[in-house]
């Protein structure tokens, strides 16, 4: 089974590499996206962002496995008003895996995935970014190491599909549809 989702996830790319080639993106919204997504990030940093009319939230637990303790997770929301802006998903379960989704009007513009080493000195094992345009990827960018094949249960996922499952929990928690 693990054999053919790794040859399905093989065709998959390849077939998406190759529609890239034909399809022309337009580079500004890439550029537009990344400086949001920047922007974001800085207002996420701020020490009181309730004084620009911004909230943030933290949801946080912990991970077991047969009542044991082994690892933990944290959800950090940038909002405005009932407007979700960045959500960022980080846990350290055998590798500290950050998902970051960047919002617009409550759509998913861009999606960020990295897997970091657990060392002291955390090293980028594995960094993905993908940019939307109504639903659609307009690009992506893959950068990993070798070694990250021993997670592929880390990375085997759809990064657009689990943004909007973010954004619906989110909506959920301030009543909005």
Not at 61 to 81: A, C, E, M, N, P
Not at 91 to 116: C, G, H, P, R, V
Not at 147 to 171: P, Q, R
Request: charged share 25%; hydrophobic share 35%; proline share 1%.
């Amino acid at each position: 089974m693990r054999h053919f989702l790794k040859f399905i996830t093989t065709t998959l790319l390849t077939i998406s590499f190759c529609n890239f080639l034909f399809a022309q993106v337009d580079s500004s919204i890439i550029i537009e996206t990344k400086n949001y997504s920047k922007y974001l990030d800085s207002l996420n940093k701020l020490d009181h962002p309730q004084n620009f009319g911004l909230a943030t939230s933290i949801a946080d637990g912990i991970i077991k496995r047969d009542d044991v303790i082994v690892g933990g997770f944290g959800i950090y929301t940038l909002s405005k008003g009932d407007t979700a802006l960045r959500i960022e998903y980080h846990d350290n379960l055998d590798i500290n895996i950050y998902k970051t989704y960047y919002y617009k009007s409550n759509k998913l513009i861009f999606a960020t995935l990295e897997l970091q080493t657990e060392e002291t000195n955390a090293k980028t094992i594995y960094y993905k970014e993908e940019f939307y345009n109504d639903r659609n990827i307009i690009w992506t960018n893959t950068q990993k190491e070798k070694s990250v094949d021993n997670y592929f249960d880390k990375t085997n996922f759809v990064l657009f599909e689990d943004g909007l499952k973010y954004l619906d929990d989110f909506k959920k928690d301030n009543h909005r549809r």
